[in-house]
T-cell receptor, first 114, second 110 residues
Framework: DAGVIQSPRHEVTEMGQEVTLRCKPISGHNSLFWYRQTMMRGLELLIYFNNNVPIDDSGMPEDRFSAKMPNASFSTLKIQPSEPRDSAVYFC????????????FGQGTRLTVV | GENVEQHPSTLSVQEGDSAVIKCTYSDSASNYFPWYKQELGKRPQLIID?????GEKKDQRIAVTLNKTAKHFSLHITETQPEDSAVYFC?????????FGTGTRLKVLA
């Protein structure tokens, strides 16, 4: 397996634009996480899916953020409209069994909102 | 709420010396404690983990200890090498939720 695959690797966008980040988890993993990493706040859990169902979205900062997982092999994180303070590295991770096993991280998407 | 404190935030050691990073967690129901290493510009990757029914685990130069009563766990790296330089994150997990520490930037000086 190629691991967790994220795209794009880098995204630069203007304030107010819509941004969509994509993730393909490892096949067979039932859990998918979206994290945001910044120097100030470290690794923050944004949302957790189990078997494609959103279980915990309490970390989603605002209504401008939304996430979907239409099937077991694909998830998106959307920011609309984007703001400069959304600039961060966004990681997708997957695991076989929630937080009871290793979470495998994707390469991340470095988002810059200007 | 759930919290994981990690210390120190930065650590510099001479090559060959040992490094110790400590974490304290607040949720007594946490039962899985992974450690991740993140090199500059790369993804976090698991280096070792321990479960709540185990007090210590070792893998070559890396070891982790867990004290459930005190709710703290530590990462020990012996005979450090320049390639150990990275940011290390601890995490405490219960059910689906990993709570990460704020990270320790380890520099191994040659």
């Amino acid at each position: 397996d190629a691991g967790v695959i994220q795209s794009p690797r880098h995204e630069v966008t203007e304030m107010g634009q819509e941004v969509t980040l994509r993730c393909k988890p490892i096949s067979g993993h039932n859990s998918l996480f979206w994290y945001r990493q910044t120097m100030m706040r470290g690794l923050e859990l944004l949302i957790y899916f189990n078997n494609n169902v959103p279980i915990d979205d309490s970390g989603m900062p605002e209504d401008r953020f939304s996430a979907k997982m239409p099937n077991a092999s694909f998830s998106t994180l959307k920011i609309q409209p984007s703001e400069p303070r959304d600039s961060a590295v966004y990681f997708c991770a997957s695991s076989r069994d929630g937080g009871n096993t290793e979470a495998f991280f994707g390469q991340g998407t470095r988002l810059t909102v200007v | 709420g759930e919290n994981v404190e990690q210390h120190p935030s930065t650590l510099s050691v001479q090559e060959g010396d040992s490094a110790v990073i400590k974490c304290t967690y607040s949720d007594s129901a946490s039962n899985y404690f992974p450690w991740y290493k993140q090199e500059l510009g790369k993804r976090p990757q698991l280096i070792i983990d321990i479960r709540s029914n185990v007090g210590e685990k070792k893998d070559q130069r890396i070891a982790v200890t867990l004290n459930k009563t005190a709710k703290h766990f530590s990462l020990h790296i012996t005979e450090t090498q320049p390639e150990d330089s990275a940011v290390y994150f601890c995490a405490a997990s219960r059910a689906y939720k990993y709570i990460f520490g704020t990270g320790t930037r380890l520099k191994v000086l040659a």
